[in-house]
């Protein structure tokens, strides 16, 4: 199974920035997608940024031109760059990776599932 760990979150002041990360367990795996949503407390959780494996992206409109995902395929990281957070930004943020294949008995790559989570990683903005 693949299991995702976040790190990265805390409190930060209106204006500042931090860096999120998220680690697939083993580098056995390939992860066609990798992405961040987040959810603050009443409201439904949201898409934040997504990256394939190629490097395309995708980012919801709140945050274009101030966060950056990238990712590092040989070590199946996806990474959170935020920059000028408002107290808007807060919430929980959970990284998310979707079509994920594995190695088989011959070694070949199969879909082995899709849409896994992290168990999340809070960012509080402060005003």
């Known amino acids: 199974q693949v299991q995702l760990v976040e790190s990265g979150g805390g409190l930060v002041q209106a204006g500042g920035s931090l860096r999120l990360s998220c680690s697939a367990s083993g580098s056995r795996f390939r992860i066609n997608v990798m992405g961040w949503y987040r959810q603050a407390p009443g409201k439904q959780r949201e898409l934040v940024a997504v990256i394939s494996s ?74």
């Open 54 to 127: 190629g490097g395309s992206t995708n980012y919801t409109d709140s945050v274009k031109g101030r966060f950056t995902i990238s990712r590092d395929n040989a070590k199946n990281t996806v990474y959170l760059q935020m920059n000028s957070l408002t107290p808007e930004d807060s919430g929980v943020y959970y990284c998310n990776a979707d079509q994920v294949y594995g190695r088989n008995y011959y070694g070949i790559y199969e879909a082995i599932g899709t849409d896994y989570w992290g168990q999340g990683t809070q960012v509080t903005v402060s005003s």
